[in-house]
């Protein structure tokens, strides 16, 4: 037969369409074409895997051979897509079974030994070809992210030679399996070492507790860099689908791998990141920092000294949970489910407000500060907490009785468990419905809250992120319903826009 059928996947962002990869070997003059809409890499493979072929003692067909990646439409790139033609060219020539390609998928670059090389997004290719009830084949280095979906059939193989054996029922494949992962990982830095701060370190666990996005601002040097970096120690472990989510961005992206898939990622970009790294983009769309925080947290320090273009480009993710990016061949989704904590100081200099050291910033300077902060993105932070500077003294005192993450976590946990029993989902993502089911206040308080929203002129939409606080706060509490100190408590995690009014 000099036709044959083989199954991958493309990759579009986290998703991995499938691919067709059609060959037909016919009469002419020898010759090698690739259509179906393939970038510079895919029709390069033709000569890698001619090599490949023929240095794994395979004869390379000296016919007119056309390869057609359908569908024809869907862009291609990288050379994830050279095992599958390398093997539809030898199922045409007749040189390996076609009937055993039916209920596999390929996937992998290949070397010109005929060796297999490692490719991104093999964990979104283990998933659709799972759902299309298929085993997938994938080179050695990509095994332990394909595993990660327990239910996928992966199998790997090192070069052409020892496939080709297996397709023959010679020396078949076994199975891999994912290794049993250590829960919870360890590996956070503890709430206990940090000294003093309870107002800071209550904001920290309210946060955890629903979510909710914070900024802290305070002096140079009063830790809130070091309180930041304790979130994500504090924060519920990630559950099974959650953690495929956060390996599949990592799967289709340039950066380094995480260790632990069960970590949650905490992400910091340097305040010069432009607004591609952050939200991600570029000609073949990749995904950026928000993307890479997906189930996480996203720490933007020294805020204001982002670019005010670059931090408006948060507001739409923040509220929608993902980011889409649009190109002229293609329209790619990236999760951005991710928590924002961010740290200021309160003016150019770091010390308006500061008790114990004068501030020298102009009325001018410090509105020009506070201006690349636009007020749409502050509506959107949840808690606004100032970090004052505590005694000197306090450092010298034994930490002994602070509370660590592991005591707070377990809180936390506890919260967030009333919060998906009774909703389904965190308190920072309560819809208005639900909003007015589970976030009834009594007249007084009502007042009271209209009277804060009045006073510092708040818009709807921090009114409704003070009732999704004060329903964590009461919810750590165990209280039924949100009561006065719950929501005074709330309304007094809203500092900026007292400072701004």
Known sequence: MSLAIVYTRAKCGVDAPQVRVETHLSNGLPSLSIVGLPETAVKESKDRVRSAIINSYFEFPRRRITINLAPADLPKEGGRFDLPIAIGILAASGQIPSAALEHTEFLGELGLTGELHAVQGSLPAAIKSTEAKRSLVVPPANVAEAVLCEQATVFSCKNLLQLSAHLHNREVLTPQRAEPQSLPNHSYPDLSEVKGQALARRALEIAAAGKHNVLFCGPPGTGKTMLASRLPGILPPLNQQ???????VYSISQQKQQRDYYQRPFRNPHHTASAVALVGG????RPGEISLANHGVLFLDELPEFQRQVLEVLREPLESG?????????????????????????????????????????????????????????????MQVTVNRIPISALRHNNQNAESSTTVSQRVIQCRKIQLDRQHSANAQLDNRQLDNYCRLTEKDHQLLEQAVNQWHLSSRAYHRILRVARTIADLDGAINIDRRHLAEAISYRALDKEVT
Do not use: H, T
Request: charged share 20%; aromatic share 6%.
């Open 242 to 248: 959650e953690m495929l989510e956060v390996a599949a």
């Open 322 to 382: 993902e980011i889409l990016i649009s190109r002229a061949n293609q329209q790619v989704a990236f999760p951005a489910n991710f928590q924002l904590i961010a740290a200021m100081n309160p003016c150019p200099c770091g010390y308006y407000g500061d008790l114990q050291k004068a501030c020298r910033c102009s009325p001018d300077k410090l509105q020009r500060y506070r201006d690349k902060i636009s007020g749409p993105l502050l509506d959107r932070i949840d």
């Open 282 to 285: 570029g000609s073949n769309p």
